[in-house]
């Protein structure tokens, strides 16, 4: 346990997690009854991740979920590890949260950017969703690099949004989502929220309400 808590330190520290002013984890707490999906090419978000302790973990570039097509076409089902690793999670483990992280200058998002000219939008796969066209707006103030990660993420959001709608009959309808947006280049933590179409700024108090809510028993959320 020692070398774990002297780890985790250390990578919060080489990362600079703590330049975000976010409140410590105590070790003693137990690990997030969660699935964190989330890019593995931030340092800041590997730290935060291994710092909330989920109970399972997504990680992979751009934090990117399948297009939600997939869920239909069964040849393609079987191989596809990102739905696999949800389905595991929520279904074998019982888990009801789910954290999506995504950080400032990814470059999936700024990939996607580069190939389109615009913000990477256009093909979500979310079929019949007559907010999607609102929830594409929200954004729309950032300059066009911070702009782009913050759509990104929220694509996976709607993904996962519509992976819930497909399995409502099983557990669609018991879920949380929370989607996290870290500017690292101010270092500050945003909250995607729903009804205002935006992300949110995150104080301490935000922060300690969103990890008592993924470590409580699921009968007390």
Known sequence: MKRLSEGRQRLRREAELDDFKLPAIPDHQAPAKALAITCSESPVLSAFVASLDPLCILQNLGGTLPTTQSLDDPNYRDNDVGWGTVAY????????????????????????????????????????????????????????????????????????????????????????????????????????????????????????????????DREKV
């Open 89 to 216: 999670a929520l279904g074998q483990m019982g888990l009801r949260q789910v954290v999506l992280c995504g950080h400032f200058e990814c470059c999936i998002a700024a990939g996607r950017q580069a190939e389109n000219g615009a913000p990477p939008a256009p093909e979500f796969s979310v079929r019949n969703d007559t907010q999607l066209a609102e929830q594409l707006v929200v954004a729309s103030k950032l300059p066009a690099s911070k702009r782009a990660s913050q759509l990104w993420l929220v694509e996976q959001f709607l993904r996962m949004d519509a992976y819930l709608a497909h399995r409502s009959g099983h557990w669609g309808a018991d879920v949380s989502m929370h989607a996290l947006w870290f500017d690292e280049d101010q270092h500050q933590v945003f909250a995607y929220s729903r009804d205002q179409r935006q992300f949110v700024l995150m104080d301490r108090r935000d922060f300690e309400r969103l990890f008592k809510v993924l470590r409580a």
